[in-house]
């Protein structure tokens, strides 16, 4: 594998100055033949770079306490090599990357730096001492690479090779320790890739000085076929509700804190995703917000969610930036779909959704620039914006306050525990919150249609402090309306 490569570095073979090897010379004089090097570059989370039609490959052999970076011409490189090495610049013009490393290298992981203590620590003490309190860790759970093996039969992809791995919780205890671990206002959040649930017991457990939370992801999945993301295929809803309370359930018997969320960079609009984008817009908005804001953990609001934003449902293919929509569409029409089949399936998944200006008034480019913005707004910035949602006191954006304002009254809300209610009911999304007496009912009809629901008790001590219609219903029995939410508290 990569040892190949090393040998070449500390035996002079490759000297200051010199190029890496061409793939030809690797073969011949060192007897390194392609699939080493295609698995050299795979096991240290390498990636090509291109610049005036070179490609260069980037490497991190961190298990030598010491990357490998390629840039298109040698920069500093060390005269001993064994424990002083901080920086190997090589260039490789060569070596073009098959789709395996396609694949692989389009997480355009940026977390070479993590390997190097001294960065590690630097990067975040250079933001605490300008005073910043909150830190978002990107794909943190990659930092650290298992060894590679010849068979790739164990998930297909790879990801058991660079997700998790063995050194991940070494190095965030490490992190913590001599960074934001001093100071008790900070607050941390990892987002976690492919990750599991036992790992981010650790990550964020109560006693084990690692986060503060962690993102999940395995919630928004629920509208893919088995981690196939490019296909159209109905939300599954009971698998939705599983996920969550698992993972609510579980993360709190480990004293270990979730980020509950809907949306991101990475994810299309939710109210486009799992509710109304038109006929029951508001509603749906404010029944989605609902479900979340009111679990265990800490609620994340990304712009534009907070006033009812829309995937902009954008008609060619033109109007697209996100690498990974491009080649997908591309993708899509050599499997046989047309243009129309690959847009429709980009108009639900592609994170280009999330990712059009923040709409804030009806003028041009929805009041985001005078300029020209780099990607389009959604053709409805005219009704949904900030300066609509500020003058509609029914809006979605109130509904938002009137959330964050519970969190405050209510203890149950931050602290409570949970019990799921109405498991196997294939419509609603129910569950209950309990703390120190008092008791929360959150009540969600996941569907744009009437449905009645029977609770397993009623609700003549409750009171409901937040619905999204009007309706004061206390008995045992609802007809709920469609895409409607109540909260209820005891007195």
């Not at 610049?89 to 355009?108: A, F, G, R, S, Y």
């Not at 941390?188 to 649930?197: I, K, L």
């Amino acid at each position: 594998m990569y040892h190949d490569l090393l040998a070449l570095i500390e035996n002079n073979k490759i000297k200051a100055g010199e190029k890496l090897p061409s793939e030809f010379d690797l073969q011949n004089k060192y007897q390194a033949s392609r699939d080493t090097i295609r698995k050299a570059l795979l096991s240290q989370n390498g990636y090509i770079q291109k610049s005036q039609g070179k490609s260069s490959i980037v490497l991190d052999i961190n298990r030598f306490n010491f990357p490998v970076s390629g840039l298109t011409s040698f920069k500093e490189i060390a005269s001993d090599i064994k424990g002083k090495v901080e920086t190997i610049v090589h260039t490789c013009e060569c070596i073009e990357p098959d789709e395996e490393i396609k694949k692989l290298l389009m997480l355009k992981s940026g977390t070479k730096v993590w390997y190097i203590e001294r960065v590690r620590k630097n990067i975040v003490r250079f933001w605490m001492e300008k005073g910043v309190k909150g830190f978002r860790f990107d794909v943190i759970n990659l930092i650290s690479k298992a060894g590679f093996e010849d068979d790739f039969s164990v998930d297909g992809d790879g990801r058991s090779f660079y997700t998790d791995g063995p050194r991940i919780h070494e190095f965030l205890q490490e992190l913590a320790r001599d960074s934001f671990a001093k100071d008790k206002d900070i607050i941390t959040v990892g987002e976690m890739s492919s990750t599991t649930m036992e790992n981010c017991y650790k990550y964020a457990g109560e006693k084990t000085g690692e986060l503060s939370m962690v993102f999940t992801f395995h919630h928004l999945k629920v509208d893919f076929m088995g981690n196939e993301k490019w296909v159209l295929v109905p939300t599954d809803f009971m698998k939705l509700k599983q996920l969550i309370f698992d993972w609510q359930i579980n993360m709190e018997k480990n004293n270990a804190w979730n980020a509950v969320f809907w949306c991101n960079h990475d994810q299309p609009r939710v109210i486009s995703r799992f509710g109304s984008d038109d006929k029951y817009h508001k509603e749906s908005g404010k029944m989605l917000a609902t479900l979340i804001h009111c679990l265990r953990g800490t609620p994340y609001i990304y712009q534009g969610e907070e006033i009812g934003m829309t995937n902009p449902h954008f008609k060619s293919i033109e109007q697209y930036r996100n690498v990974e929509s491009l080649n997908h569409y591309q993708i899509l029409q050599d499997k046989g779909m047309t243009k129309e089949q690959a847009l429709m399936i980009l108009d639900v998944h592609s994170r280009d959704n999330s990712r059009t200006p923040m709409q804030w008034d009806d003028s041009i480019n929805a009041g985001f620039t005078t300029g020209t913005p780099w990607i389009q707004t959604a053709d409805n910035y005219t009704e949904i914006n900030v300066k609509n949602s500020l003058e509609d006191k029914d809006s979605i954006l109130y509904y938002y306050q009137k959330l964050i304002q519970l969190r405050k009254n209510y203890d149950v809300i931050a602290y409570g525990d949970i019990k799921p209610l109405l498991c196997e009911d294939k419509r609603v999304f129910a569950y209950g919150r309990n703390y120190k007496g008092q008791k929360l009912i959150v009540i969600c009809n996941f569907y744009p249609t009437t449905y009645e629901i029977e609770l397993p008790y009623d609700l003549l001590n409750y009171k409901c402090i937040l619905n999204n219609y009007k309706n004061e219903a206390k008995a045992k029995k609802i007809a709920l309306k469609p895409y409607e939410t109540l909260v209820y508290c005891n007195l």
